[in-house]
Each structure stands twice: as structure tokens, then as C-alpha cells.
């Protein structure tokens, strides 16, 4: 008689959850999630999902068993109460959403707290950071500046990984500087950032200055990625010249991988994660003006790593950067606060700002033919952050549940 075999374990619960600003974060979760799913797993996990509504789109090739909106201010953390009642999550893993984080272990989860943008902390910002996470995971950078170190000094459990990236199809050889490009992928990323008031002017300050210069440039075809409606994209569209075919709308992360594969370039807002994503596979890109404020770094580290200014930033008139990085000595949403004006006025302006746009991505492609490698920044720093991430996360769950805190006392009690 053949032995029985023994029941497979019941899977353990991982709480999953991403800021809400931009996309990048939705790439990393997708990105751990993926590896976090081996294939005949003995140990298997069930995931649920809080918050993270503008990023859900693209994690849809992911299977979370449930997604729950989180309310803000003070009803958060009794939420996450009573979430962590109904799951039982045994671990949590929280990509740059310190609140998120901070109410998941005040609620007896462990937290992995995952930090893509480590240099662009200071003391302004040092309360909104969850530095007494179970797990501090700080991805590596090219440079820290001793500001940010200092802050990063007091996590509880700091341990830096490598870029956090999607699994894409095998890297290929640079392509050759005099190649023509004939495919364009233009990726603006989530748009819909929280304090943002109009989350319609950088597409419209940027996007139809993009295409006209990716016509000039001889590019035939190109897809625009971004969470754009329809109507307004009709608006950006007006005025292609007819040799450029535009399509466009969100694509899913393994889906905007393929896509980024495909293309001959990228011409992409600055966002830390996509301009990883290209270089892990070489694809050449090329920078829009930045839309927020770690954006202006990720696009000085980008140019810095392949060695030509592959910029088209905004016109002095518009934003002068070192003026935004320096009001972040208050914290971000200082300087967050010049930057959206700046946007704004771009959008208004029209014509003027452009036009000049136009000509700066114009030159930024044709300096773009001159690079030679373009894996440069992802080679710096690393392309196994999601398993190193996957690998904290597990982990946590082989240890065991936590004690679970008792619920917060309501007020006046």
C-alpha cells in the first residue's frame, strides 16, 4: 500500500500594496509578485490586495484574491484592523506607501517595506517614513546623498536589494547609434497623482510636442502608454503629422514589457522603474520633462550612466530644477508643490513652451544615436531586487504569524 501523502499546507497570506503615485510602484509589486509565484510551490501564497486603485489596472495578470479600498486620515489604521481580522495576513509587503506600512505592523503584520527611491529622503520626510518596518528594503542607487543616508541610518532592519524589475524577454545587443527608428513606445506612466489638481497638463504640455518630434525624427509608428481618456486624446493627437500612426491607452505590466521589447525606442517621462525596465533589455531612451520631483534625479542618473544628455527638459522660464531639489530640505511635498505649478503653466502657455519642447526632444534623439550602452544605470545597480524582495518575504512567512495586537481603543475610552 502506498503511503498517503500529506496534505498540502493551507497557503499563508501576503497583504499587498502600492502608493498611490504614478505607476512605479504597481511595476515593483508586479514585479515581486511574479517571483514571489514558483512553479510547484510547497509553501503557496494567497495574496490580498489594500488600497493601490490606480495601479490595479496593470496588476490584473496577477492572482490576488481580493482587492479593498482604503479610506484616509484617521480611518486608515481601524481599517487595516479589521482587514488583518478577516485575513490573517501572516506578512505584508508595502511598496513607498509609509502610512500603509506603519498601520499593517501597528496592526501586528509583519511589514516589508519596499523604499525605490532612497536618495530622495530628507529630514522634511523622515515622519512618513516606516522606519521601524519588520524589513526596510531600500533599492540600490547610484548615488545617496548624506542627507538621505543619515535618514535611512535610523531604519530598524535596512537591507538594500537591487533594481526591482519585471522578468522581461532575453536582453539583446545594443542596436548600432545609425540605426533608423521606426517604432516608438511614449510612456507617461499613472498620471493621477494625489495632490495633483489638473492631471491633464503635463500630457497636454508634452505629448503633442513628443510625436512631432518622433515624426521628424523619422519614427513611423508609435504607442502611447498612459492613462489617457479618450476625449483628451483625440485633443493631443490633432496635429501628428500623417506618416506618424499613433495608438494608444494602459497597458498591463507584462503586456507594456512586450511592448518595450518591440520598439526601437522609448521616449518616456522619467520614472525610475521604466527607465530599469529599458535598460535591463537596452532598449535606447530618451527622457520627457520630469513630472515630479524624483524624476529630476532619475533622468540625471539616466544621462549620467549612458553618457549623453538624453534629455529634453523644461525650458528655464518653465522650472529650473536645483530649485525644486533644494525646497526638499522641507520634504517632498514642498517642492512637489513647485513642480505641479510649473507643469501647469506649460500647459497654459501652449505654443511657446511647445515648440521648445519639440526642438529639445529633437536634439535629445539625435544625441540618443550616439550611445553605446544603454544597460548602463541597470548594470549600476542591479537587476535581482523582485526575488531578493520575494526571497524577505518569505522569509517572514516561514517564521510564523505574529501575535496580533488588540483593536485601537475608540475615542474617549
Not at 535598460?279 to 529630476?296: E, F, H, K, M
Request: glycine share 12%; with cysteine; net charge positive.
Amino acid at each position: 500500500m502506498r503511503p498517503l501523502r500529506p496534505p498540502a499546507p493551507s497557503p499563508a497570506t501576503v497583504a499587498v500594496t502600492g502608493v498611490e503615485f504614478g505607476w512605479g510602484s504597481a511595476g515593483k509589486l508586479s514585479a515581486v509578485l511574479g517571483a514571489l509565484r514558483r512553479p510547484g510551490d510547497r509553501a503557496p501564497l494567497r495574496f490580498v490586495g489594500l488600497g493601490s486603485a490606480l495601479g490595479r489596472p496593470l496588476l490584473a495578470a496577477h492572482d490576488v484574491d481580493a482587492w479593498y479600498d482604503l479610506p484616509a486620515g484617521d480611518g486608515l489604521r481601524p481599517a487595516v484592523e479589521e482587514l488583518t481580522r478577516t485575513h490573517r495576513p501572516r506578512a505584508a509587503l508595502v511598496v513607498l506607501d509609509g502610512r500603509v506600512a506603519t498601520a499593517l505592523e501597528a496592526a501586528g503584520v509583519p511589514t516589508v517595506f519596499v523604499d525605490s527611491l532612497p536618495f530622495l529622503w530628507t529630514e522634511g520626510d523622515r515622519a512618513g517614513l516606516p522606519l521601524d518596518a519588520t524589513a526596510y528594503c531600500a533599492q540600490r542607487c547610484p548615488e545617496l546623498p548624506p542627507e538621505c543616508g543619515d535618514v535611512l541610518a535610523s531604519a530598524r532592519s535596512l537591507r538594500w536589494v537591487e533594481a526591482i524589475v519585471g522578468a522581461v524577454p532575453g536582453a539583446r545587443a545594443d542596436r548600432p547609434g545609425a540605426r533608423p527608428w521606426r517604432r516608438a513606445l511614449v510612456s507617461l506612466g499613472g498620471l493621477r497623482a494625489p495632490g495633483l489638481a489638473d492631471w491633464t497638463a503635463y500630457p497636454r504640455a508634452v505629448v503633442p510636442a513628443a510625436l512631432r518630434a518622433l515624426a521628424a525624427h523619422g519614427v513611423r509608428e508609435a504607442r502611447l502608454a498612459g492613462n489617457l481618456p479618450a476625449g483628451l486624446l483625440a485633443r493631443l493627437t490633432a496635429d501628428v503629422p500623417p506618416a506618424l500612426r499613433v495608438t494608444a491607452g494602459p497597458l498591463p505590466h507584462a503586456a507594456f514589457l512586450a511592448e518595450l521589447a518591440r520598439c526601437d525606442v522609448l521616449v518616456t517621462s522619467p520614472g525610475l522603474t521604466t527607465l530599469l525596465e529599458a535598460g535591463t533589455l537596452r532598449v535606447p531612451a530618451v527622457c520627457l520633462p520630469p513630472q515630479n520631483v524624483s524624476q529630476i534625479l532619475n533622468a540625471r542618473f539616466h544621462t549620467r550612466a549612458v553618457g549623453a544628455d538624453v534629455r529634453a527638459g523644461w525650458p528655464a522660464d518653465v522650472l529650473r530644477e536645483d530649485e525644486a531639489l533644494a525646497l526638499r530640505a522641507k520634504g517632498e511635498e514642498h517642492a512637489l508643490e513647485l513642480v505641479y505649478g510649473a507643469v501647469a503653466g506649460a500647459a497654459r502657455s501652449g505654443g511657446t513652451v511647445s515648440g521648445a519642447l519639440e526642438a529639445a526632444l529633437g536634439a535629445a534623439l539625435r544625441r540618443a544615436g550616439g550611445v553605446t550602452d544603454w544597460g548602463a544605470l541597470a548594470a549600476a545597480v542591479g537587476t535581482g531586487g523582485a526575488a531578493q524582495v520575494a526571497g524577505v518575504v518569505r522569509e517572514i512567512v516561514r517564521r510564523g504569524p505574529r501575535p496580533c495586537p488588540p483593536a485601537s481603543a475608540s475615542p474617549g475610552t
